[in-house]
């Protein structure tokens, strides 16, 4: 199978501060990981393409500034969340793309900023 | 603007029974079409891809193509109550694009 795992899986920190959220594909390489931000009943909302050696490309409207995204090597990809404000709360997933075709989704980190 | 539109549901079906989920797509371009599944509170999970006309099965599974149609859909054969979920239907472009547009999701009821 396709393995792609995710930590933490739930962070609650305080406003103003910063959370780093680890996304690992654990049985194959991924150039490519994708981050996305769900709220409740809401659809998945892509934030950021991430490709392994260069700058990840962000969505319209996503702060690149806020959400800062490392993809240092080919099974390790990383989201911080910057200052991190109550609105930030949400449910972040990665998925990381296998043989150029499928993408595989990760856990999922639940962040609650207080 | 790319679009895929998929019935929000919920589709209730006992258990046993087939559930039929059915997608179109607006991008006559798109090359590869995914079914995801997602568990309430839980991150998406793939469980079928099809890229050429036609159907694929895989176990309980089968996806149906018809590019001509726009059309994508899967069937659960035999449905479970742990089939209960949301169906995403996603798809990528061509043109070398891996981000997926994603449908709204079909939410599933299987009744016991």
């Known amino acids: 199978g396709a393995v792609v795992s995710q930590h933490p899986s739930w962070v609650i920190c305080k406003s103003g501060t910063s959370v780093k959220i680890e996304c690992r594909s654990l049985d194959f390489q991924a150039t490519t990981m994708f981050w996305y931000r769900q709220f409740p009943k809401q659809s998945l909302m892509l934030m950021a393409t991430?490709?392994?050696?260069?700058?990840?490309?962000?969505e319209q409207g996503v702060e690149k500034d806020k959400f800062l995204i490392n993809h240092a090597s080919l099974t390790l990809s990383t989201l911080t969340v910057t200052s991190a404000h109550p609105e930030d709360s949400s449910f972040y997933i990665c998925?990381?793309?296998?043989?150029?075709?499928?993408?595989?989704f990760g856990p999922g980190t639940r962040l609650t900023v207080t | 603007q790319k679009e895929v539109e998929q019935n929000s549901g919920p589709l209730s079906v006992p258990e046993g029974a087939i559930a039929s989920l059915n997608c179109t797509y607006s991008?006559?371009?798109?090359?590869?079409f995914f079914w995801y599944r997602q568990y309430s509170g839980k991150s998406p999970e793939l469980i079928m891809s099809?890229?050429?006309?036609g159907d694929k099965e895989d176990g309980r599974f089968t996806a149906q193509l018809n590019k001509a149609s726009q059309y994508v859909s899967l069937l659960i054969r035999d449905s479970q109550p742990s089939d209960s979920a949301t169906y995403l239907c996603?798809?990528?472009?061509?043109?070398?694009?891996?981000?997926?547009?994603f449908g709204k999701g079909t939410k599933l009821s299987v009744i016991p």
């Open positions: 991430s490709n392994e050696g260069s700058k990840a490309t962000y």
């Open positions: 099809i890229y050429s006309n």
């Open positions: 996603a798809l990528t472009s061509g043109a070398g694009s891996y981000q997926l547009t």
């Open positions: 998925s990381a793309l296998r043989d150029s075709y499928e993408q595989y």
């Open positions: 991008d006559r371009v798109s090359q590869s």
